[in-house]
């Protein structure tokens, strides 16, 4: 059996004096989704950022596609992993068009056709031509998303790192936005770790599932066993419960 | 859209509409409606205008002198010492009866020189050192800092005085005083630009992109930067002209008889009772320098301020 494209085994990571993962291990195969659940502050995103190589302070081990990631990260690993944000606001520089953000990537990467690629980018994600060279604030939150995932996409990674990419956006396009992710990786065989506090989102992309508290992931379990109740650990089923009376409520 | 597509497709309306276009066809075109829509903000400010006016006939005034003027701004006519101001000389003559308009338009170059001087010298210093200890912290930022509070904690025109009295008395040697002490500020305000900047998720993108930090320091944080600090600077230099003005008037800046602002207050402020107008044209053209970069600063900051958009 080949290396699974990312595996995670006893990762903590620390906050100055505090540590905000204990010993996580997980791993996601070629092609698959794994989503990971939890509260605010379970972290959940500190994983992926750990991962990403955003958060420094980290031990235990990591690999891509069998490769373990040492402290600082290959020029390489930024070509095969990329990130999409939580905050469309906040991840795409004010001061710079969607063009210009789309090509840097390609220029740090020394990688030719920027301009064709470009252009396919935007196609791909469902962005008219004229949005290249306007400004973020010229965009709505939703077309800014679709900007930000191309940008991770532009140097074709295998692996994407999702950081909440729908809980910044209205409902309505929460909806195009994971058909989008849906259909991406359809096409291009992506491999997804994303991160989420609503489990319909992630129930909707990820068949399978681990479930965060505290910093521990308590629970592993398919998107199936998830949606017919067969949850072992109390917490997953109390973020069942409120996300079940939440569906009902609304 | 095709006939808009260029600023030379035709008329003002064409330029215009291709300035405000909604959809850029190029980057050149996204920057350039970017500034359009910038100085539209800034024409709105009539006080910010008004300084702008003012800076710039400033500058056309004293880089034309040689063409404005008729007669060399050290040539004197002692006949004619401290004379009112009259058709043969517009603001009157100085206590050497040399012609006090040529001798404020030619010291309009000297006094602005100086001020641009210390611009070139302080702007990017102070914006390297904010952003690069903003951006990286820990022991540089640690270091740097300390740096720029030991250059805080003397005060201005004494560290000038000093140094220009250690050297010899003179303009680079004021200017490398003013210099020397003005840079701190900027470095301060643009380091602590570059802490809320580099919390930014857009930061974490480009780092994803593999790029170095030299990289995103000057090509995404110092932009950033940049608007508070242009504004600082502006609002500065009228203290650069203060502090300049100051230093001749105290016989440390430019000497005699070379045409400064305050160099020549200085050598004329025996005659404030008799001959009022002598050391006080000079005065004025401080004051009113001075007023109308404060002007255009606070005008600049209301259009470039980032909170804004």
Request: hydrophobic share 50%; glycine share 10%.
């Amino acid at each position: 059996m080949a290396a699974p494209m990312i595996a995670i085994d006893g990762l903590r990571v620390r906050f100055g004096a505090r540590e905000v993962v204990h010993g996580v291990s997980f791993s996601v195969a070629r092609g698959a989704s794994f989503g990971m659940v939890g509260e605010s502050g379970s972290g959940k995103s500190t994983i992926l950022r750990a991962f990403a190589g955003l958060a420094p302070d980290w031990s235990g081990a990591m690999a891509l596609d069998g490769q373990a990631l040492g402290r600082r990260r290959a020029r390489d690993f930024f070509r095969r992993c990329q990130m999409v944000f939580q905050d469309p606001y906040g991840s795409l520089h004010p001061r710079q068009t969607i063009d210009r953000q789309l090509a840097e990537p390609l220029q740090i990467q020394a990688m030719d056709g920027i301009d064709a690629r470009i252009r396919r980018a935007l196609e791909e994600v469902g962005l008219p031509a004229s949005a290249r060279f306007r400004y973020p604030h010229q965009l709505s939150g939703g077309q800014r998303q679709r900007v930000a995932i191309a940008r991770a996409l532009i140097t074709g990674p295998e692996v994407l790192l999702l950081d909440e990419p729908t809980s910044a956006l209205d409902v309505s396009v929460q909806a195009e936005v994971l058909n989008l992710l849906a259909d991406l990786q359809a096409a291009r065989g992506l491999t997804y770790l994303m991160v989420t506090h609503n489990l319909a989102v992630v129930a909707h992309l990820c068949p399978w599932i681990g479930v965060m508290q505290g910093g521990e992931m308590v629970e592993q379990l398919s998107a199936a066993d998830l949606r017919a109740g067969r949850v072992a650990h109390p917490h997953t089923a109390e973020l069942r419960a409120l996300s079940t009376e939440l569906e009902e409520a609304g | 859209m095709s006939d808009l597509s260029t600023p030379l497709s035709g008329n003002a309306a064409g330029l215009r509409a291709w300035l405000l276009s909604e959809t850029p066809d190029s980057r050149r075109q996204a920057a350039w409606g970017r500034s359009y829509r910038g100085w539209l903000n800034f024409r709105r400010n009539p006080l910010g205008m008004a300084g702008l006016i003012i800076v710039l006939a400033l500058l056309v005034l004293s880089l034309a002198a040689p063409l404005l003027t008729w007669q060399s701004p050290d040539v004197q006519h002692l006949a004619q010492r401290l004379a009112p101001p009259s058709a043969a000389h517009w603001l009157g003559t100085d206590e050497l009866g040399r012609d006090l308009y040529t001798r404020l338009l030619f010291g309009g170059r000297i006094t602005l020189g100086m001020v641009v001087a210390v611009v070139v010298l302080v702007a990017p210093l102070g914006l390297v050192v904010g952003a690069v200890s903003g951006y990286l912290g820990g022991m540089t930022d640690r270091i740097m800092m300390r740096v720029t509070d030991i250059f805080l904690s003397i005060p201005q025109l004494i560290l000038a005085l000093a140094f220009v009295a250690a050297l010899k008395p003179g303009i680079s040697s004021a200017v490398i005083a003013i210099a020397l002490t003005s840079w701190p500020p900027i470095a301060r305000l643009a380091r602590a630009d570059a802490l809320t900047v580099r919390a930014n998720d857009y930061i974490a993108a480009v780092k994803l992109a593999g790029a170095s930090p030299a990289r995103i320091i000057f090509r995404h944080i110092l932009p950033l930067c940049l608007p508070s600090v242009i504004v600082r600077i502006t609002l500065d230099m009228s203290g650069i002209i203060l502090t300049a003005a100051g230093l001749g008037f105290l016989g440390m800046g430019a000497q005699p008889p070379m045409p400064e602002w305050g160099t020549m207050i200085a050598s004329t402020r025996g005659y404030i009772l008799e001959q009022w107008w002598v050391p006080t044209i000079p005065g004025l053209a401080i004051l009113i320098a001075s007023l109308a970069f404060n002007l255009l600063g606070d005008g600049l900051r209301d259009v470039l301020d980032p909170k804004q958009s």
